[in-house]
């Protein structure tokens, strides 16, 4: 990693010197927008807690953290093994594959994470926030491997592995203002940047700018007009009632939802305890192509395999096999028939697949930012980042753009090989260090330099 740049001052001339941007570089002096996203106005949820808002060098850190197989007990799994950017952040085998065997259930899509009302989160509902969601899969057995049980290691050792890395030493003490690694810090870095990721740029969306969704929208065709009206009305009007427990237009479960009839257990058996749904937004990829199984058992391939599903609730749902079925797919005491036809089945589908987005799939700043040999280099000082301004009373003022909240320090020499301290600087939340010195005849040199925090 490069720790220092150099800015040399002589008669009015400057250059610095630093990492050229490459797969595998993160530049730290520009960061990507991950606070100010803009969103749809009626887009209305978000479930960011007052004490984890979103900010852009959090993000980065959740960004390295996601992307990292360093996080797994043997250095072949991170988080985006298992959801993956180009599935919308999902995994499209039925069980996703850990450090030692297979999941118990289907990964489940990250999208729009931050715009439901649902506060908990996995399939059963077992956490209570994404921030303590996010250190689950690192604390399990099977996917990630610092359990403390079953002769893995503990996630202090996690701690004490990635506080050896000299890379998330720059990057938490940028985030949080010191190098200090804990666990806490982990979820709420990985937190912001899960929430972070968004898709509102579908065929959808460009409809939903100019109509309310009860009218017909001018860019869809008929059957995804008419796809639309059946997700939303209730069965009493002729509708498939979907809107009931996956609400526009976020997509999101409501949660008061309970079973949805599917009881299989990857391990065998019956599981009713599933109750909770990633949004349906892409539930495709742009090109059609499913984004994984779906359910949490993976029991359903297509989106048509869905729309069966609910159409007819499978008399496997007995009210002993399955009593938290949810009363709305008992309606009456009865298990729910909808009694669609196909052509109202092909609508349904085609509506759905209205709700997938394009830039998710290849932005940057959800991308893996390391290289192919999971390594990363940090840019903390940019080239051509540095100026100099020549005061009239023989000083000099020298600005760097560098990487917001670091500390860095003023070097000066007359000679290039011995150098002292002139002053310690903390940039500012844009990333700029400024000092004005004197002018030393013939020549002085000054540079900004970094030093990695101890661990």
């Not at 797994?72 to 599935?87: E, I, Y």
């Not at 399939?123 to 690192?138: A, Y």
């Not at 019956?270 to 892409?282: A, E, W």
């Amino acid at each position: 990693m490069k720790h220092a740049s150099a800015l040399k001052v002589l008669f009015g001339l400057s250059f610095a010197i630093c990492a050229q941007a490459q797969d595998g570089v993160l530049d730290l002096t520009t960061l990507h927008n991950y606070a100010n996203q803009s969103r749809p106005l009626y887009i209305t949820r978000d479930n960011t807690p007052g004490n984890n808002a979103i900010t852009d060098a959090g993000a980065t850190l959740g960004r390295v953290l996601f992307h990292d197989k360093r996080l797994s007990r043997d250095n072949t799994v991170s988080c985006a093994s298992c959801h993956q950017q180009s599935h919308a952040f999902a995994d499209t085998p039925v069980v996703s594959t850990g450090v030692d065997g297979t999941t118990s259930r289907h990964s489940m899509r990250l999208i729009n994470a931050r715009f439901g009302n649902e506060p908990r989160f996995f399939w059963d509902e077992r956490v209570t926030s994404l921030e303590n969601q996010t250190t689950q899969p690192v604390r399990n057995h099977v996917e990630m491997g610092f359990s403390g049980s079953s002769g893995d290691p503990a996630f202090a050792d996690l701690v004490t592995k990635l506080s050896a890395i000299p890379e998330y030493r720059v990057l938490f003490a940028m985030t949080f203002g010191n190098a200090t690694i804990s666990e806490v810090r982990i979820q709420r870095s990985l937190a912001q940047f899960v929430r972070s990721i968004q898709s509102f740029d579908s065929k959808y969306d460009t409809g939903r700018k100019n109509a309310n969704d009860n009218q017909n929208f001018a860019n869809f065709t008929t059957a995804e007009n008419a796809g639309k009206q059946l997700f939303l009305n209730p069965p009493p009007q002729g509708g498939a009632g979907c809107a009931a427990c996956h609400v526009p237009p976020e997509f999101s479960i409501d949660p008061n939802s309970r079973n949805n009839g599917v009881i299989g257990s990857l391990s065998g058996g019956i599981d009713t305890t599933n109750t909770r749904s990633p949004s349906l937004r892409d539930l495709v990829g742009p090109g059609g192509q499913s984004n994984g199984a779906f359910m949490h058992d993976g029991s359903l391939a297509t989106l048509a395999d869905v729309i069966n599903h609910y159409n007819l609730i499978p008399m496997t749902n007995t009210p002993t096999t399955n009593a938290n079925l949810d009363p709305r797919l008992r309606p009456g005491g009865n298990l729910q028939n909808l009694r669609l036809s196909q052509t109202q089945k092909d609508n349904l589908v085609a509506f759905m697949r209205t709700l997938t987005g394009t830039s998710v799939y290849t932005e940057e700043k959800w991308s893996n930012p390391f290289n192919a040999q999971n390594e990363l280099e940090l840019i903390i000082l940019p080239e051509n980042a540095s100026t100099i301004t020549k005061n009239a009373n023989g000083t000099a003022t020298l600005r760097c753009l560098s990487a917001a909240n670091l500390s860095y320090q003023l070097e000066s020499s007359t000679d290039l090989e011995h150098w002292s301290t002139v002053g310690t600087m903390t940039a500012d939340a844009a990333g700029l260090i400024e000092r004005t010195v004197n002018i030393v005849p013939p020549a002085a040199f000054y540079r900004f330099t970094y030093t990695v925090p101890s661990p």
